[in-house]
C-alpha cells in the first residue's frame, strides 16, 4: 500500500528527489528513478526534517520500528497506514505532541480508484490535514472522519469491501455454471458485468438506486431477481448489514 501512495504522489508531480524511502530490503533497480533509499532511519542525514512521515509498517512491528522517528515530531506530521492502531497508541510510541493521520486506504488505491479515511489527533494543523488529504487523494477518493468508531466502520465499509464485490463476482460466476453456462464463459460474463456495472456507476452522477430501477423493467427479468436479493429480513442488504457488522467488531478488538 505505501508502494501504491508513493506510485500516485509521483503521478500527481511530486518530485522524486522530494521522497526516500526508509526499507532494508527495497530495491532500488526495481523502484521508481531517482528515489533515494536508506535501510534504517538511522541512515537519514541528521539535518532530515521531511513534512510528512509515512508509516507504512505491519502493526505488530510499529513498537519497534516507531520510536526511531520520534526526532520528526517537531517539522513532521506522521501518516500512518497500519490497521487497528489507534491514535492513542501511535502518540505512545511517537510522542504525545506528535501530530498524528490515521489512514485507512482500500487495494484499489493501487489503481489510483481507491477510497480512504482519514482520522487526525488533537495536535494536526490545518495545514497538514490539507496536505494529508491532498496525498491521499491523489490515488482516489479522501474523507474524514471524527473518532476511531467511525473508521472502523470505514474498515469494514471500503477497507474490506473490494473482497466483498470480488465475492459477488465468483457467487455470479458460479450462479452462471448453475444455469449450464461453461466455467470459462461465465466467469468472463460475472466480471466484466460487475466492472462495467462499476465504471458505469462511476461515471454516473446518478445515485445507485435509481440506475438500479432504470434497468429494472416492471415484472421482468431484473425484478424476480430482485425480489429475492431485496427479500426483506433475508436479502443482500441483510446480509451486507451483518457482515459490516462483524468486520468493524474485528476491527476494534484488532484496536485492542
Known sequence: MGGA????????????????IVDPHYDAKAGPAGIRSVASPEALPADFAPDVVLLAVKPQTMNQAAPSYRRFAESAVFLSIAAGRTLASLEAVLGEDAAIVRAMPNIPAAVRRGATGLLANR??????????????AAVGKAVWVEHEKQLDA????????????????????AAGENLGLPADLSAILA????????????????????????VTSPNGTTYAALQVLMKDGAGLAELMK???????????ELAG
Open 242 to 252: 451483518l457482515a459490516t457488522e462483524a468486520a468493524a467488531r474485528r476491527a476494534e
Open 154 to 173: 470505514v474498515t469494514a465499509l471500503s477497507g474490506s469491501g473490494p473482497a466483498y464485490v470480488f465475492l459477488l463476482v465468483e457467487a455470479l460466476a
Open 123 to 136: 495536535n494536526v494543523s490545518d495545514e497538514q490535514r490539507r496536505t494529508c488529504d491532498l496525498l491521499v
Open 5 to 20: 501512495l508513493l506510485a500516485g504522489w509521483l503521478e500527481q508531480g511530486i518530485s522524486p528527489a522530494d521522497a526516500v
Open 191 to 214: 466480471r466484466e458485468t460487475v466492472t462495467g456495472a462499476g465504471e458505469l456507476l462511476h461515471q454516473s452522477s446518478l445515485p445507485a438506486a435509481t440506475l438500479r430501477e432504470n
